[in-house]
């Protein structure tokens, strides 16, 4: 028996999207100013760059490593990752979402939402 056309299709998590997953986990891990830039056709790198913070270097890092918990959980895999060790940036390359998770000082010093984004246009958004 079918259900009818208009009936909700329950989505397994698997077949989430990757940045819906890495949007979702920074928020339930306390992220903070959550920043997705959508880079599709502006670069080969990735289609989306999410930044975020963490209020400390223990925090970096306990946000890093359950992002790539929910990552691998949703079935994209392991990440390449960098700067878990010392928590001031780490760096996680997901494939198709590049993460930034910064303490608000390196944050603030690198600055890259404003290299990257283009707020003229609507590209980028504040989660």
Not at 34 to 56: E, N, P, Q, T, Y
Not at 59 to 86: P, R, S, W, Y
Request: aromatic share 6%; glycine share 8%; net charge negative.
């Amino acid at each position: 028996m079918n259900a009818p056309a208009d009936a909700p299709v329950a989505t397994p998590a698997s077949d989430r999207n990757l940045v819906d997953i890495v949007l979702s986990s920074l928020d339930d891990s306390k992220g903070e100013d959550i920043f997705s830039i959508d880079l599709r056709g502006k670069s080969a790198l990735a289609d989306h760059m999410v930044i975020v913070s963490g209020r400390s270097n223990r925090h970096v890092t306990a946000v890093a490593e359950h992002l790539l918990t929910d990552i691998k959980d949703g079935g994209f895999g392991n990440c390449k990752v960098e700067g878990l060790q010392n928590g001031d940036w780490v760096l996680i390359d997901a494939g198709d979402v590049i993460v930034h998770i910064f303490r608000p000082e390196v944050r603030a010093f690198y600055n890259i939402e404003k290299m990257w984004s283009v707020t003229e246009t609507g590209d980028s958004t504040v989660h």
